[in-house]
T-cell receptor
Framework: NAGVTQTPKFQVLKTGQSMTLQCAQD?????MSWYRQDPGMGLRLIHY???????DQGEVPNGYNVSRSTTEDFPLRLLSAAPSQTSVYFC?????????????FGPGTRLTVT | GDSVTQMEGPVTLSEEAFLTINCTYT??????LFWYVQYPGEGLQLLLK?????DKGSNKGFEATYRKETTSFHLEKGSVQVSDSAVYFC????????????FGDGTTLTVKP
């Protein structure tokens, strides 16, 4: 199994540009999430999905869109990039194991917006 | 809402020293508790977990006990190694909503030879 994969690993955007961060998992996990990691602020939840066709907002959803058309894929779209979106983005998937939901993380995408 | 508070870092220890990283949480219901570790340039990976009160999670010499009365899940290791240098995150998951986990801010551990 490849686990959770993310592309690209690095990206530089200019203010106002749009792009899609890709995330895929091959573990047949029902749940998927996007987080951003900023220095001194831990991980903050952007959007999450409890299954194909179902998404919901997390703590910091503004400026991002998601969709979940298949169990495997959960892309994150930046609509109009801003310098405040410079961050490291992690995708994660999870499933219920004996009543708990441990997260499996991808390697991250480091995004810089100039 | 749910929250996780970790001791502030960074933490610097000598090899073979004892490690404690404090973690307390606020949650409604009965969450599961986790410690994740992040090595430089990588994503987070699960280190250990506990799903109910008084459970002890352990892995690679690390331990943490789910203390409901003090709402704590402190991470301990008796003798750290240089290879343990990483960022450690305490987290909880709301077991009624599997996609949502709440993370602490992370504690950077550096172990010197």
């Amino acid at each position: 199994n490849a686990g959770v994969t993310q592309t690209p690993k690095f990206q530089v955007l200019k203010t106002g540009q749009s792009m899609t961060l890709q995330c895929a998992q091959d573990m047949n996990h029902e749940y998927m999430s996007w987080y951003r990691q900023d220095p001194g602020m831990g991980l903050r939840l952007i959007h999450y999905s409890v299954g194909a066709g179902i998404t919901d907002q997390g703590e910091v959803p503004n400026g991002y869109n998601v969709s979940r058309s298949t169990t495997e894929d959960f892309p994150l779209r930046l609509l109009s990039a801003a310098p405040s979106q410079t961050s490291v983005y992690f995708c994660a998937s999870s499933y219920s194991r004996a009543g708990s939901y441990e997260q499996y993380f991808g390697p991250g995408t480091r995004l810089t917006v100039t | 809402g749910d929250s996780v508070t970790q001791m502030e870092g960074p933490v610097t220890l000598s090899e073979e020293a004892f490690l404690t990283i404090n973690c307390t949480y606020t949650a409604t219901g009965y969450p599961s508790l986790f410690w994740y570790v992040q090595y430089p340039g990588e994503g987070l990976q699960l280190l250990l977990k506990a799903t109910k009160a008084d459970d002890k999670g352990s892995n690679k010499g690390f331990e943490a006990t789910y203390r409901k009365e003090t709402t704590s899940f402190h991470l301990e290791k008796g003798s750290v190694q240089v290879s343990d240098s990483a960022v450690y995150f305490c987290a909880l998951s709301d077991n009624t909503n599997a996609g949502k986990s709440t993370f602490g801010d992370g504690t950077t551990l550096t172990v010197k030879p």
